[in-house]
C-alpha cells in the first residue's frame, strides 16, 4: 500500500469563488491602475512627454513600455497587466510571488527557496524571461524584494522581437523609480507584523543641479522569521533575511536632447530556504528493507546472495559491502563487522522514521507547515548580486523624413550563491545537498565532511543599440536594433556546483559525498541578434474607423555556447575533489522571432485586434557528469519554438454613474522541442539536466477589468488555460521498463525502451485562475486624508506540482494524486489604509494575507522510484500573516 498526506479542503471556496466571478465577469486584462504610472514610466523612459491617449471615461491611462515605447495600454495589441507604484503599494504586491494572486495565467514556483523558481504563462514553465531597468535579469528572482518601482508589467505570449532571448512564453518587465529633477523628496516606511516581520525602506531624492542632474538612493531590508517549524528546535525554515540598496543617477545636459540614466542595484540574501515536508514515500525500496543489524544481518545468511530472492535488498547489501570492504582498507573501520553493524543500524531507522514523520505530519495541527531538522548541516541559502546599468539616449528631433531617436543600453551584472537543503522529508537522512546554482559557488569535501561557500562570481554582460522613429506624419512608427549578450563561465576550481550525499553517506567507504557536476573550467554562452519592428497607421484608408493599424517585426538571434570542464575527481576514499580530465561542449543555434498583428480602433474607446507570433529560445550545454543510465541525456539541448495566435478586444464605457474596463483575449500557442527539466538518480548521485521532448497546446482566454461606482471600485482578473502535449514519444523517465517489456511501444529497439508519454500532464499549469479586489474608499472630508478598505479573494484550481506525474500514477496508482498535486483552493488578504492622516505626511496600513490559513504547496520534488530515495516532498506556502505600515512622506 502506498502512504500519503491528505490535503483539507477550505470550506469558504465557495463563497470566495462567487466574489471573484462576479468581479471578474465585469472585466479584464489592464485593471484602472495608475493615475501616477503616466509620470513615473515617463520618467523611466527618459521621456519627457506621455503618449495621447482617447478619452477614458474617467478612468486612468495606464502607460506602458511593452513595445519599448511610451503608449496608453488599451491601444496596444498585447495582453498586458501592468501596476504602477501606487497600485504596488494598494494591492500590497512586494515580490514576484504575489503576482501570481494578481495576473490571469501566471504562475510562479518556489522551487527550493527565494534563490530559485521559474514563471510559467500560459502552462509553459519555461520561456518567460525578466527584465529589470530593460536589462535582462537583475534583482528578479521569485524573493527578490519590490521597492521603489515605477511601475511593473507582466506581457503574455512570445516578447522576442524587441525583447529578446527566451521568450517563448512572455515577459515580466520592473522598471525602478528614476531622479526627479526638480524637487528634492524622500519616504521612509516601516513595516511590523507576524513571525517578528520588521521592514525598513525609503528613498532620497536630490536635485543637485536643478532640471540637469539628479540623484536618487534607495534602500530595503526585509526581516522576518521562517513559518515552517523545525520539529524539535532549531532555526526555522522560510524566512526572509536579505538587504537592498539602489542608486539612480540621471543627467541632462544642455537642450534636454541627450539624457543619460545610471542604476547600480545591490541585493544580499542570508536566510534559510524553503521547508519541504514529507507527501509520500515508497516503503518497498531495497534500502528500507535491509537487515536492521548485524546479528539480524547473519541469522539470514551473512552474504547480499542470501538475500537473492529479494533483488533490491541484495543490491542494496552488495553496494553496502563493497563499502564496508573499502572503509577497512583505508582504515576508517577498525573491522569489516563493526562497519556492518554501524550502518545497518542507521539504515534501519529509516523506514520507521519516515512513517513516524508522515503520521507525524498528518496528526499534526499545523501540518505540513513543519519538518524534521538537518541531523548534519544547518540549512541556508546566500546570495549576493551587484547590477550596473548605463542607459544613454540622444533625440535627433525631426529629420524631414523622419523623427529619429538613438538609445543604448549597458548592463553588467556579477552574482554567486550557495545553499544547502533537504528535499527527502526527514532532514537529510535519505539525501542531502550542497547546491550552488549556475556554477554561483563550491562545495567540496574531505572524508565525509563537506564545505559550502559563494565561490567564484558569475557574470554577465549585454548591450544593446537601439534607433526609433516616427516617418510620414505618425504614417510609421519604427524601431530598430542589435543585441549582445555574453556570460562567460569562472574557473571555479573550489569545488562542485552540485554536491550530493545520499543515505547520510553510509553506502560510501567514507562516508563522502558525490559530485554530480563537474569544475568549470572557463567557456562562455554569447547572443547576437538584429531586429526591427514597425507600426504602419493605415486611418487614412478606414475613414469610418477612427484607426486601423499593421504591425510586423522580425528578430534574428545566433548564440553559441562553449563550456570547459575539469573532472571532479576524490584525492583518495573520501579526499577533496579536485580537478581531473578536461573536456569541452560547444553547441550554435540560431532562431527567428516574427510578430504580425492588425489592430482598429472601432471607436475611441474600443480597439480589436488579432496577432500572430512565433518564438525561439536558444539550446544549451548540460553540466550534469554523464554517466551510463542517465535517461535522456544529451551534453546539449536544442532550441525551443513556439508560434502563437491571439486575438482580443478592449473596451472603456460609461453606463449612468458607473466607468467600466473591459478587456478580453483568447490564444493558442503551439510549441514544438519544449525544454523541459529532468532530475534523474544513478547509482549514488543526482542530475538535474535539460532535454527537448516533442511538442504540445496551450490554449484559452484570459479576462479582466474594473468598475467604478461612486466609492467603491472592483478589479477583476480571470484565465483558463488548456494546455497538452501533442507529440511525446520518449524513454521512461523514472528508467523502470527495460527495452523487451510488453508496455514498450513496437518502435522501441533493442536498446531504447519507448513509451507515449503524451498523457503527461503539465506541471505548475492550472486551469483556472481568478481574483478579484474590492475597494471602499469612504469621503473624510478635506484635509483629512484618504481611507480605504479592500478585501481580494484568489483562486487557484487543481495543479499538478510533478513532472512526472503520468508515469507515477501509473505505477502506484491514484491514491498517489495528493503527493504530486495541489487542490484547487482559494486565499483571501485584506488592506484598510489611511493615506495622509490628517492631512499630515503619514500614511498607515494594517493588512492581513491568506485570512483562512490555507495550507497549499508552491513546489514539490517526487523522487519515489529513486532506489536511494523513495520520497515525496512538498513545500508551502505563508500561512496566515498580520502586520501594520506607517510611512512618511515629504515633497512625494
Same mark, same amino acid.
Given at each position: 500500500m502506498f502512504t500519503r498526506l491528505a490535503i483539507a479542503n477550505v470550506s469558504s471556496r465557495a463563497l470566495a469563488f462567487s466574489l471573484i466571478a462576479s468581479a471578474a465577469s465585469l472585466g479584464m486584462v489592464q485593471p484602472a491602475y495608475a493615475q501616477d504610472a503616466s509620470a513615473n514610466l515617463a520618467s523611466a523612459t527618459g521621456d519627457t512627454e506621455s503618449p495621447q491617449a482617447a478619452p477614458s471615461d474617467g478612468?486612468?491611462?495606464? *502607460?506602458?513600455?511593452?513595445?519599448?515605447?511610451?503608449?496608453?495600454?488599451?491601444?496596444?495589441?498585447?495582453?498586458?497587466?501592468?501596476?504602477?507604484?501606487?497600485?504596488?503599494?494598494?494591492?500590497?504586491?512586494t515580490a514576484p510571488t504575489e503576482l501570481q494572486f494578481r495576473v490571469p495565467s501566471l504562475t510562479l514556483t518556489g522551487a527550493y527557496g527565494n534563490?530559485?523558481?521559474?514563471?510559467?504563462?500560459?502552462?509553459?514553465?519555461?520561456?518567460?524571461?525578466? &527584465?529589470?531597468?530593460?536589462?535582462?535579469?537583475?534583482? =528578479?528572482?521569485?524573493?527578490? @524584494?519590490?521597492?521603489?518601482?515605477?511601475?511593473?508589467?507582466?506581457?503574455?505570449?512570445?516578447?522576442?522581437?524587441?525583447?529578446?532571448?527566451?521568450?517563448?512564453?512572455?515577459?515580466?518587465?520592473?522598471?525602478?523609480?528614476?531622479?526627479?529633477?526638480?524637487?528634492?523628496?524622500?519616504?521612509?516606511?516601516?513595516?511590523?507584523?507576524?513571525?517578528?516581520?520588521?521592514?525598513?525602506?525609503?528613498?532620497?531624492?536630490?536635485?543637485?543641479?536643478?532640471?540637469?542632474?539628479?540623484?536618487?538612493?534607495?534602500?530595503?531590508?526585509?526581516?522576518?522569521?521562517?513559518?515552517?517549524?523545525? *520539529?524539535?528546535?532549531?532555526?526555522?525554515? /522560510?524566512?526572509?533575511?536579505?538587504?537592498?540598496?539602489?542608486?539612480?543617477?540621471?543627467?541632462?545636459?544642455?537642450?534636454?536632447?541627450?539624457?543619460?540614466?545610471?542604476?547600480?542595484?545591490?541585493?544580499?540574501?542570508?536566510?534559510?530556504?524553503?521547508?519541504?515536508?514529507?507527501?509520500?514515500?515508497?516503503?518497498?525500496?531495497?534500502?528500507?528493507?535491509?537487515?536492521?543489524?548485524?546479528?539480524?544481518?547473519?541469522?539470514?545468511?551473512?552474504?547480499? /546472495?542470501?538475500?537473492?530472492?529479494?533483488?533490491?535488498?541484495?543490491?542494496?547489501?552488495?553496494?553496502?559491502?563493497?563499502?564496508?570492504?573499502?572503509? *577497512?582498507?583505508?582504515?576508517?573501520?577498525?573491522?569489516?563487522?563493526?562497519?556492518m553493524d554501524t550502518r545497518l543500524q542507521f539504515l534501519g531507522t529509516l523506514k520507521p522514521t519516515l512513517a513516524a514523520e508522515l503520521a507525524r505530519s498528518q496528526a499534526s495541527r499545523t501540518g505540513p507547515l513543519s519538518t524534521l531538522g538537518s541531523i548534519h548541516y544547518p540549512f541556508v541559502e546566500m546570495f549576493q548580486q551587484h547590477v550596473f546599468i548605463n542607459k544613454s539616449q540622444y533625440d535627433f528631433g525631426d529629420l524631414g523624413f523622419t523623427t529619429l531617436t538613438l538609445k543604448n543600453i549597458f548592463g553588467f551584472q556579477m552574482r554567486r550563491g550557495a545553499s544547502n537543503y533537504a528535499i527527502d522529508g526527514i532532514g537529510a537522512r535519505l539525501e542531502e545537498t550542497f547546491y550552488t546554482p549556475s556554477a554561483y559557488g563550491a562545495a567540496n569535501q574531505s572524508f565525509g565532511t563537506g564545505t559550502l561557500k559563494r565561490g567564484a562570481w558569475m557574470q554577465t554582460f549585454t548591450d544593446e543599440v537601439q534607433i526609433s522613429g516616427v516617418a510620414g506624419n505618425d504614417l510609421l512608427s519604427w524601431t530598430a536594433g542589435y543585441y549582445f549578450q555574453k556570460d562567460p563561465y569562472p574557473h571555479n576550481l573550489d569545488g562542485s556546483p552540485n554536491l550530493y550525499r545520499l543515505d547520510s553517506g553510509v553506502l560510501s567507504p567514507s562516508y563522502g559525498w558525490t559530485a554530480a557536476v563537474a569544475f568549470y573550467n572557463g567557456g562562455a554562452t554569447q547572443q547576437q541578434a538584429g531586429y526591427g519592428q514597425g507600426t504602419l497607421n493605415l486611418s487614412g484608408l478606414t475613414p469610418f474607423i477612427s484607426g486601423l493599424h499593421f504591425t510586423g517585426g522580425f528578430r534574428r538571434s545566433w548564440d553559441k555556447s562553449t563550456v570547459n570542464f575539469l573532472a571532479a575527481s576524490p584525492t583518495g576514499v573520501g579526499g577533496m575533489f579536485v580537478p581531473g580530465a578536461p573536456s569541452t561542449t560547444s553547441l550554435k543555434s540560431a532562431g527567428n522571432n516574427t510578430e504580425l498583428s492588425i489592430d482598429a480602433q472601432?471607436?475611441?474607446?474600443?480597439?480589436?485586434?488579432?496577432?500572430?507570433?512565433?518564438?525561439?529560445?536558444?539550446?544549451?550545454?548540460?553540466?550534469?557528469?554523464?554517466?551510463?543510465?542517465?535517461?535522456?541525456?544529451? @551534453?546539449?539541448?536544442?532550441?525551443?519554438?513556439?508560434?502563437?495566435?491571439?486575438?482580443?478586444?478592449?473596451?472603456?464605457?460609461?453606463?449612468?454613474?458607473?466607468?467600466?474596463?473591459?478587456?478580453?483575449?483568447?490564444?493558442?500557442?503551439?510549441?514544438?522541442?519544449?525544454?523541459?527539466?529532468?532530475?534523474?538518480?544513478?547509482?549514488?548521485?543526482?542530475?538535474?539536466?535539460?532535454?527537448?521532448?516533442?511538442?504540445?497546446?496551450?490554449?484559452?482566454?484570459?479576462?479582466?477589468?474594473?468598475?467604478?461606482?461612486?466609492?467603491?471600485?472592483?478589479?477583476?482578473? &480571470?484565465?483558463?488555460?488548456?494546455?497538452?502535449?501533442?507529440?511525446?514519444?520518449?524513454?521512461?523517465?523514472?528508467?523502470?521498463?527495460?527495452?523487451?517489456?510488453?508496455?514498450?511501444?513496437?518502435?522501441?529497439?533493442?536498446?531504447?525502451?519507448?513509451?507515449?508519454?503524451?498523457? =503527461?500532464?503539465?506541471?505548475?499549469?492550472?486551469?483556472?485562475?481568478?481574483?478579484?479586489?474590492?475597494?471602499?474608499?469612504?469621503?473624510?472630508?478635506?484635509?483629512?486624508?484618504?481611507?480605504?478598505?479592500? *478585501?481580494?479573494?484568489?483562486?487557484?484550481?487543481?495543479?499538478?506540482?510533478?513532472?512526472?506525474?503520468?508515469? &507515477?500514477?501509473?505505477?502506484?496508482?491514484?491514491?498517489?494524486?495528493?503527493?504530486?498535486?495541489?487542490?484547487?483552493?482559494?486565499?483571501?488578504?485584506?488592506?484598510?489604509?489611511?493615506?495622509?492622516?490628517?492631512?499630515?505626511?503619514?500614511?498607515?496600513?494594517?493588512?492581513?494575507?491568506n485570512l483562512t490559513n490555507k495550507i497549499y504547496a508552491i513546489a514539490a520534488v517526487s523522487q519515489l522510484q529513486s532506489t536511494s530515495i523513495g520520497t515525496a516532498v512538498k513545500g508551502y506556502g505563508p500561512p496566515r500573516m498580520f502586520g501594520a505600515s506607517l510611512t512618511y512622506r515629504f515633497n512625494n
Amino acid at each position: 500500500m502506498f502512504t500519503r498526506l491528505a490535503i483539507a479542503n477550505v470550506s469558504s471556496r465557495a463563497l470566495a469563488f462567487s466574489l471573484i466571478a462576479s468581479a471578474a465577469s465585469l472585466g479584464m486584462v489592464q485593471p484602472a491602475y495608475a493615475q501616477d504610472a503616466s509620470a513615473n514610466l515617463a520618467s523611466a523612459t527618459g521621456d519627457t512627454e506621455s503618449p495621447q491617449a482617447a478619452p477614458s471615461d474617467g478612468l486612468d491611462d495606464i *502607460v506602458i513600455t511593452a513595445r519599448r515605447k511610451e503608449e496608453n495600454a488599451q491601444k496596444v495589441p498585447i495582453v498586458v497587466t501592468a501596476f504602477g507604484t501606487k497600485q504596488l503599494e494598494e494591492k500590497a504586491i512586494t515580490a514576484p510571488t504575489e503576482l501570481q494572486f494578481r495576473v490571469p495565467s501566471l504562475t510562479l514556483t518556489g522551487a527550493y527557496g527565494n534563490l530559485s523558481g521559474t514563471y510559467a504563462i500560459r502552462g509553459l514553465n519555461n520561456g518567460v524571461t525578466s &527584465y529589470f531597468a530593460e536589462v535582462a535579469g537583475g534583482p =528578479t528572482n521569485p524573493g527578490a @524584494p519590490f521597492f521603489d518601482l515605477a511601475n511593473v508589467q507582466v506581457l503574455n505570449g512570445p516578447q522576442g522581437t524587441l525583447f529578446g532571448r527566451a521568450n517563448t512564453a512572455g515577459a515580466v518587465i520592473i522598471t525602478p523609480n528614476r531622479a526627479n529633477m526638480e524637487t528634492a523628496s524622500g519616504q521612509l516606511r516601516v513595516i511590523a507584523g507576524s513571525y517578528s516581520r520588521n521592514d525598513v525602506s525609503g528613498f532620497f531624492n536630490l536635485p543637485i543641479v536643478k532640471g540637469s542632474l539628479a540623484l536618487r538612493i534607495a534602500f530595503n531590508r526585509e526581516r522576518r522569521d521562517g513559518y515552517t517549524r523545525i *520539529v524539535g528546535g532549531g532555526e526555522p525554515l /522560510a524566512e526572509n533575511n536579505n538587504d537592498s540598496i539602489r542608486v539612480a543617477l540621471d543627467w541632462k545636459p544642455g537642450n534636454g536632447r541627450f539624457t543619460n540614466q545610471f542604476t547600480y542595484n545591490y541585493y544580499n540574501v542570508d536566510e534559510t530556504p524553503l521547508g519541504f515536508s514529507l507527501a509520500a514515500y515508497n516503503p518497498n525500496l531495497g534500502i528500507f528493507n535491509l537487515p536492521t543489524s548485524l546479528a539480524a544481518y547473519q541469522a539470514g545468511g551473512g552474504t547480499p /546472495a542470501s538475500y537473492s530472492a529479494t533483488p533490491t535488498v541484495a543490491t542494496a547489501l552488495t553496494t553496502l559491502t563493497a563499502a564496508c570492504t573499502g572503509a *577497512v582498507a583505508n582504515g576508517i573501520s577498525p573491522s569489516f563487522n563493526t562497519c556492518m553493524d554501524t550502518r545497518l543500524q542507521f539504515l534501519g531507522t529509516l523506514k520507521p522514521t519516515l512513517a513516524a514523520e508522515l503520521a507525524r505530519s498528518q496528526a499534526s495541527r499545523t501540518g505540513p507547515l513543519s519538518t524534521l531538522g538537518s541531523i548534519h548541516y544547518p540549512f541556508v541559502e546566500m546570495f549576493q548580486q551587484h547590477v550596473f546599468i548605463n542607459k544613454s539616449q540622444y533625440d535627433f528631433g525631426d529629420l524631414g523624413f523622419t523623427t529619429l531617436t538613438l538609445k543604448n543600453i549597458f548592463g553588467f551584472q556579477m552574482r554567486r550563491g550557495a545553499s544547502n537543503y533537504a528535499i527527502d522529508g526527514i532532514g537529510a537522512r535519505l539525501e542531502e545537498t550542497f547546491y550552488t546554482p549556475s556554477a554561483y559557488g563550491a562545495a567540496n569535501q574531505s572524508f565525509g565532511t563537506g564545505t559550502l561557500k559563494r565561490g567564484a562570481w558569475m557574470q554577465t554582460f549585454t548591450d544593446e543599440v537601439q534607433i526609433s522613429g516616427v516617418a510620414g506624419n505618425d504614417l510609421l512608427s519604427w524601431t530598430a536594433g542589435y543585441y549582445f549578450q555574453k556570460d562567460p563561465y569562472p574557473h571555479n576550481l573550489d569545488g562542485s556546483p552540485n554536491l550530493y550525499r545520499l543515505d547520510s553517506g553510509v553506502l560510501s567507504p567514507s562516508y563522502g559525498w558525490t559530485a554530480a557536476v563537474a569544475f568549470y573550467n572557463g567557456g562562455a554562452t554569447q547572443q547576437q541578434a538584429g531586429y526591427g519592428q514597425g507600426t504602419l497607421n493605415l486611418s487614412g484608408l478606414t475613414p469610418f474607423i477612427s484607426g486601423l493599424h499593421f504591425t510586423g517585426g522580425f528578430r534574428r538571434s545566433w548564440d553559441k555556447s562553449t563550456v570547459n570542464f575539469l573532472a571532479a575527481s576524490p584525492t583518495g576514499v573520501g579526499g577533496m575533489f579536485v580537478p581531473g580530465a578536461p573536456s569541452t561542449t560547444s553547441l550554435k543555434s540560431a532562431g527567428n522571432n516574427t510578430e504580425l498583428s492588425i489592430d482598429a480602433q472601432i471607436t475611441p474607446t474600443l480597439l480589436i485586434y488579432v496577432a500572430r507570433r512565433t518564438g525561439y529560445r536558444p539550446g544549451g550545454v548540460n553540466n550534469a557528469i554523464p554517466v551510463a543510465g542517465l535517461v535522456g541525456y544529451a @551534453p546539449t539541448y536544442g532550441p525551443e519554438h513556439v508560434k502563437d495566435y491571439e486575438a482580443g478586444i478592449k473596451y472603456d464605457f460609461t453606463v449612468g454613474d458607473v466607468r467600466g474596463r473591459l478587456n478580453v483575449g483568447i490564444f493558442q500557442s503551439d510549441y514544438s522541442d519544449i525544454q523541459r527539466s529532468f532530475r534523474a538518480t544513478v547509482g549514488p548521485a543526482i542530475y538535474i539536466y535539460t532535454g527537448n521532448v516533442a511538442a504540445a497546446r496551450t490554449k484559452g482566454f484570459e479576462f479582466a477589468g474594473t468598475l467604478i461606482a461612486g466609492d467603491f471600485q472592483i478589479d477583476g482578473t &480571470y484565465s483558463y488555460t488548456d494546455a497538452k502535449f501533442t507529440n511525446w514519444i520518449g524513454t521512461d523517465p523514472l528508467n523502470l521498463l527495460a527495452p523487451g517489456n510488453a508496455a514498450c511501444l513496437p518502435i522501441s529497439t533493442a536498446s531504447s525502451c519507448l513509451l507515449d508519454l503524451s498523457p =503527461t500532464p503539465f506541471n505548475n499549469a492550472p486551469k483556472h485562475i481568478a481574483s478579484a479586489t474590492i475597494r471602499y474608499s469612504p469621503p473624510l472630508g478635506p484635509d483629512k486624508g484618504k481611507l480605504a478598505f479592500s *478585501v481580494t479573494p484568489s483562486y487557484r484550481s487543481f495543479t499538478y506540482l510533478s513532472d512526472n506525474a503520468y508515469r &507515477y500514477q501509473q505505477v502506484f496508482g491514484p491514491g498517489i494524486l495528493p503527493a504530486l498535486s495541489q487542490p484547487g483552493f482559494v486565499r483571501f488578504d485584506a488592506r484598510i489604509e489611511w493615506q495622509g492622516v490628517l492631512g499630515s505626511n503619514f500614511d498607515l496600513a494594517v493588512f492581513g494575507t491568506n485570512l483562512t490559513n490555507k495550507i497549499y504547496a508552491i513546489a514539490a520534488v517526487s523522487q519515489l522510484q529513486s532506489t536511494s530515495i523513495g520520497t515525496a516532498v512538498k513545500g508551502y506556502g505563508p500561512p496566515r500573516m498580520f502586520g501594520a505600515s506607517l510611512t512618511y512622506r515629504f515633497n512625494n
